[in-house]
């Protein structure tokens, strides 16, 4: 006779903690709390989370999500009873945008597809909708939703009118931009930076008190033709752009730091080659960052960037891309983290 099965549930507290820490990616660490009850037991906090690549739901019927992971390789499939008959249009930190068709309009909220946990939004009027660009946090930790009253013209969607909405509070402070916002903006520590699409000028807006703080010039002479991000990386606030529309072997992304300047120094973009130990996820609307050191095997100083038709990894410092298997299709991929709160 063959030894007795082994009965994993009664593996001691440290065991069972040492294989948690040990687990790579955020769906390993849900999956293995769900084995057991004492398993669920065991206080560990996740392991460290890079994003993962959502792929576009075309079907609203279908509660199921697929992402990939970059790290494990491997395509997650995460049910969500929730998402059922809403539309996404991008993440916001652990929450994705989203919107539901209803008789009385558009009934928008942020949801988060690992734990289920949905903020309800107040409605719009029937000219304005939430853009996932400009979901921010304040210094409370109190999430901030922009909405704008959009136009679109030659191709270009741009606005001149900013909403500011925060959670849990139904009052809405409505103003005027100084200028017209198209791609490339920022919230942060309560100013709004965009890139004004008539001057390509930034500029900067306190979101309390409604008024302009600075601006700062033009680094490139035609911005008509440009796509630009603004990215919140490590203490610094980088702009990046790069000419619309290139292929794999023709991208190249210039890089600006913010200098603010002091005395009689006006605060301008300065042009930097490395971004130091930093990563950056790029996708074809907005950023985020990360510590290179906190991972293994990514590399630093480079740029993740999920492009219309293609993932490739961005070599700053020699400005060679390489590009990278992605098994999702589609324009409307995005970068997506998950956490499990």
């Not at 993440?91 to 309009?105: D, E």
């Not at 033709?225 to 919140?232: A, C, G, I, K, T």
């Not at 190249?252 to 200098?259: A, E, M, P, V």
Request: aromatic content about 12%; proline content about 5%; overall charge negative.
């Amino acid at each position: 006779m063959g030894k007795p099965a082994r009965d994993w549930s009664d593996l001691p507290p440290e065991i069972l903690h040492l294989i948690c820490k040990k687990l790579p990616d955020i769906y390993d660490f849900a999956v293995f709390h769900s084995v057991r009850k004492t398993w669920r037991s065991i206080e560990c906090d996740p392991p460290l989370q890079l994003p993962w690549i959502l792929e576009h739901r075309t079907m609203c019927d279908d509660p199921a999500l697929s992402c990939y992971s970059l790290t494990s390789e491997k395509i997650h499939m995460i049910t969500c009873p929730r998402s059922l008959g809403k539309c996404f249009l991008g993440p916001s930190y652990q929450y994705l945008l989203t919107y539901r068709v209803t008789k009385a309009g558009y009934s928008w909220s942020l949801l988060n597809p690992l734990t289920g946990n949905e903020v309800l939004l107040p409605s719009l009027e029937e000219d304005m909708m939430y853009w996932v660009e400009w979901i921010g946090s304040d210094k409370s930790g109190e999430h901030v939703v922009f909405s704008e009253i959009s136009h679109h013209s030659r191709g270009y969607n741009w606005s001149n009118t900013i909403v500011l909405r925060q959670i849990g509070d139904h009052n809405t402070v409505q103003f005027p931009l100084e200028g017209s916002s198209g791609n490339g903006k920022l919230y942060h520590n309560e100013e709004f930076f965009f890139i004004d699409v008539i001057t390509g000028v930034t500029k900067v807006m306190n979101i309390r008190t409604q008024k302009l703080v600075y601006e700062v010039p033009l680094i490139v002479r035609s911005h008509y033709d440009r796509q630009f991000w603004m990215v919140e990386s490590g203490e610094e606030i980088l702009h990046l752009s790069k000419t619309r529309g290139v292929n794999l072997d023709d991208l190249h992304f210039d890089i600006y730091r913010l200098d603010l300047g002091s005395g009689k120094r006006r605060a301008c973009w300065v042009k930097i080659d490395s971004i130091g130990d930093q990563l950056l996820f790029l996708d074809e609307h907005r950023g985020v960052s990360f510590c290179a050191s906190d991972y293994e095997g990514l590399g630093e100083n480079c740029i993740y960037f999920l492009a219309k038709l293609f993932l490739c990894k961005y070599d700053i410092k020699d400005g060679a891309a390489k590009e990278l298997h992605c098994p999702f299709v589609g324009k409307d991929r995005t970068w997506f983290t998950p956490r499990l709160y």
